[in-house]
């Protein structure tokens, strides 16, 4: 026997109200009148009070239910009062359960206006929650560490050496390239200053001394915060929009000891040796700037040699050591406490650049005022 064709009557009936009937069977492959055509209806009739009537229905499966479902969430929103009748227990039942919980209705909190983000309490606020949180992450990660040292830390070293070869060898390249421009732009820079008195040999003290106490590890520390930091909060991220997060805590592991530490130690292991290698680049850049301008080779290597400081290349390295932790806390805290869409993992990868820039001109500042106070 064929199957009727699905259909809806909307009749008026006496003091505001009207009866929606349906007949025939609403399932898959049918074709059915489409919600708009209800909507204009009930928009031009206007009723206060609108009763379902399914004494006709037929067959029913999604189809009927998806229809019914928007019918009653317009007439929520326009104040028009429902009463379902003769309809099957299921479709009772199932509008039960899906209109249990009221439809999110965004508020001007949830997308606060531009000019509210400037308020001093709502600043006040968010660098509040962001610091508690730092700590947070920042204490879970102490935590973990000392598991490790004991040797009870759900680690695994190879993941360590994969998060050390993606962060060291595959960033000499752009590290290569801005560590010789910036070395270039020192010894110019320089330069131009000194050649005023006739002392353009000692752009090499400068060069130096710029390299490895500051330009050397900063630049190598803004590239890897873009590039390594990034990557840490997308992988993260997506981890946690995959609900795979879940799952290692689920099975009793700690994400931050099975995820966070290989990529944390990675980033402590590679950013002094990136350092180190960005220093010498630079150095070189800035010696063929001097070339340019009439210092031999062996001047410039004679010069630099002599400005050359074991403290200077210290302060570096402790420098690397401590832009390493930032970028990583910052990288993998934004990965940890991503939301679970794709938009929360862009999100999440730009709050760790911004953030993990933050702490490295806050961090450099700070260090540098305490070398300065102790004559270092």
């Known amino acids: 026997?064929?199957?009727?064709?699905?259909?809806?009557?909307?009749?008026?009936?006496?003091?505001?109200?009207?009866?929606?009937?349906?007949?025939?069977?609403?399932?898959?492959?049918?074709?059915?009148?489409?919600?708009?055509?209800?909507?204009?209806?009930?928009?031009?009739?206007?009723?206060?009070?609108?009763?379902?009537?399914?004494?006709?229905?037929?067959?029913?499966?999604?189809?009927?239910?998806?229809?019914?479902?928007?019918?009653?969430?317009?007439?929520?929103?326009?104040?028009?009062?429902?009463?379902?009748?003769?309809?099957?227990?299921?479709?009772?039942?199932?509008?039960?359960?899906?209109?249990?919980?009221?439809?999110?209705?965004?508020?001007?909190?949830?997308?606060?206006?531009?000019?509210?983000?400037?308020?001093?309490?709502?600043?006040?606020?968010?660098?509040?929650?962001?610091?508690?949180?730092?700590?947070?992450?920042?204490?879970?990660?102490?935590?973990?560490?000392?598991?490790?040292?004991?040797?009870?830390?759900?680690?695994?070293?190879?993941?360590?050496?994969?998060?050390?070869?993606?962060?060291?060898?595959?960033?000499?390249?752009?590290?290569?390239?801005?560590?010789?421009?910036?070395?270039?732009?020192?010894?110019y820079l320089g330069a131009v200053q000194l050649k005023q008195f006739g002392a353009e040999v000692y752009v090499a003290n400068l060069v130096v001394i710029g390299m490895l106490r500051e330009m050397g590890v900063l630049m190598t520390a803004v590239v890897m915060a873009g590039r390594t930091g990034a990557a840490y909060a997308a992988q993260l991220g997506t981890m946690q929009t995959n609900e795979e997060i879940d799952a290692i805590t689920t099975m009793g592991i700690s994400p931050i000891e099975f995820l966070v530490l290989p990529r944390m130690l990675a980033l402590i292991i590679i950013m002094p040796l990136l350092t180190i290698y960005a220093d010498i680049l630079g150095i070189l850049g800035g010696g063929i700037v001097a070339g340019s301008l009439g210092v031999s080779p062996i001047q410039y290597i004679v010069q630099g040699e002599a400005a050359l400081s074991l403290i200077d290349v210290v302060v570096g390295l402790l420098k690397a050591l401590v832009f390493a932790i930032l970028i990583a806390i910052a990288g993998c805290r934004a990965g940890i406490n991503s939301g679970r869409s794709s938009a929360a993992v862009g999100q999440a990868a730009t709050n760790a650049v911004v953030t993990a820039l933050i702490y490295l001109i806050v961090a450099d500042a700070a260090i540098n005022i305490i070398f300065q106070q102790l004559s270092i």
């Not at 009930?42 to 189809?63: F, N, Q, Y």
């Not at 309809?87 to 999110?104: C, I, R």
């Open 1 to 187: 026997m064929n199957s009727l064709q699905p259909e809806y009557k909307l009749a008026p009936d006496a003091m505001d109200t009207s009866t929606l009937s349906f007949s025939g069977d609403w399932v898959q492959g049918k074709s059915t009148a489409s919600f708009s055509i209800l909507q204009s209806e009930l928009r031009s009739s206007r009723p206060s009070h609108l009763t379902i009537d399914g004494s006709s229905l037929g067959a029913w499966d999604s189809i009927f239910m998806a229809f019914l479902l928007r019918c009653h969430d317009y007439c929520h929103t326009q104040g028009i009062a429902l009463q379902n009748q003769n309809m099957p227990a299921g479709v009772d039942k199932l509008l039960a359960v899906a209109t249990a919980v009221q439809p999110y209705q965004p508020t001007s909190e949830d997308s606060p206006s531009w000019w509210s983000t400037l308020n001093p309490r709502h600043l006040l606020r968010t660098v509040t929650l962001d610091i508690r949180e730092s700590l947070s992450f920042t204490g879970e990660v102490t935590i973990a560490l000392s598991r490790l040292v004991r040797g009870k830390a759900n680690t695994r070293f190879s993941d360590f050496w994969n998060f050390c070869f993606q962060a060291g060898p595959n960033a000499f390249a752009i590290i290569t390239l801005t560590s010789v421009l910036v070395g270039m732009i020192l010894g």
